[in-house]
Nanobody
Framework: QVQLVESGGGLVQPGGSLRLSCAAS????????LGWYRQAPGKERELVAH???????NYTDFVKGRFTISRDNAKNTVSLQMNSLKPEDTAVYYC??????????????WGQGTQVTVSS
């Protein structure tokens, strides 16, 4: 059974930074792709970034140049470094584990989420 637990969320001012982490348990971590999603109030969940088992990264245009996804297979973790945060980045952020095929990410497991609030 795969379990994912996010941490690192909180309240930051516009222009600030946060680093989210996700610890995974279960088998076959290093063989899977990993992704970060977010969901703001009144909006549907959207994919933010994902990284393949080989370390290939993909980002949505909304966060490209500001966010960085990375993984550490030895520690079974995936992180999301968020810089130059904007109020519209406010959302619950979820990590996930799945597969990638032809640049498309397919999630199979989800964490419980961590709240990120960007406000002055």
């Amino acid at each position: 059974q795969v379990q994912l637990v996010e941490s690192g969320g909180g309240l930051v001012q516009p222009g600030g930074s946060l680093r989210l982490s996700c610890a995974a348990s279960g088998s076959f971590f290093r063989f899977n792709s990993l992704g970060w999603y977010r969901q703001a109030p009144g909006k549907e969940r959207e994919l933010v970034a994902h990284i393949s088992s080989g370390g290939i990264r993909n980002y949505t245009d909304f966060v490209k140049g500001r966010f960085t996804i990375s993984r550490d297979n030895a520690k079974n973790t995936v992180s999301l470094q968020m810089n130059s945060l904007k109020p519209e980045d406010t959302a619950v952020y979820y990590c996930s584990q799945g597969i990638s095929s032809r640049g498309t990410y397919y999630p199979n497991y989800w964490g419980q989420g961590t709240q990120v609030t960007v406000s002055s």
